[in-house]
């Protein structure tokens, strides 16, 4: 079985990122031209709790990396015993 790449999980983070900042650059824009009320809703309703969700989910890929990362270096000292 090949080993996953763990810059590939990398990619993803820093991908994550800079999708995010693009988005809230860019919802920035919008929301300075769109000052009503129909705005605050959707941003309450859509996007108030996206970047707390954002930070959870790259919080556990950082985790999910870190585990990987360590069942990797065991396996690898396991095979090196044998």
Not at 11 to 35: H, L, Y
């Amino acid at each position: 079985m090949k080993p996953p790449r763990i810059s590939a999980l990398l990619d993803c983070e820093n991908r994550m990122r800079r999708d995010w900042q693009a988005f809230a650059d860019c919802w920035q824009e919008t929301a300075d031209s769109w000052r009503d009320d129909r705005r605050r809703r959707f941003e309450e309703d859509h996007l108030r709790e996206l970047p707390a969700v954002l930070s959870r989910a790259q919080a556990e890929l950082i985790q999910f990396r870190d585990t990987l990362q360590s069942a990797m270096r065991a396996l690898e000292d396991a095979e090196g015993e044998q």
